[in-house]
């Protein structure tokens, strides 16, 4: 059994990060932030017709392992917003990789 979890550890890329989401006012201040955590969101990685999914917590923040290889990503909250960024990613099996993603609210 121990060989298996090994061989499979071999196989999985972990991705962490932040997600944010702006801008959430028509007009950025100095004093206002332009962007906010995006709390509670859903982001999906979809690989060769396989999805998996990770919740950010509430300050934005999310963490996830998976197989190696290059994933489209979406990203699904009420009133969230219109488009994530980047919308491809390469998990690289055997490393962490930090991996920030944008989502613009559509606000001007």
């Not at 997600?19 to 028509?26: E, F």
């Not at 919740?55 to 923040?61: D, I, S």
């Not at 980047?86 to 930090?98: F, I, L, N, Q, T």
Request: hydrophobic share 35%; with cysteine.
């Amino acid at each position: 059994m121990a060989a298996t979890f090994s061989t499979l550890a071999l196989l999985l890329g972990t991705l962490h990060g932040h997600v944010m989401r702006g801008p959430i006012t028509p007009v950025c201040r100095i004093d206002t932030p332009c962007d906010a955590p995006a709390a509670n969101a859903t982001v999906y990685f979809t690989r060769l017709g396989k999805t998996a999914s990770v919740v950010t917590n509430k300050k934005g923040y999310y963490r996830i392992r998976l197989t190696g290889g290059v994933y489209n990503v979406t990203a699904k909250r009420r009133t969230l917003g219109t488009d994530l960024q980047p919308r491809r990613v390469r998990v690289v099996a055997g490393s962490d990789k930090r991996v920030d993603f944008h989502i613009d609210t559509g606000i001007r």
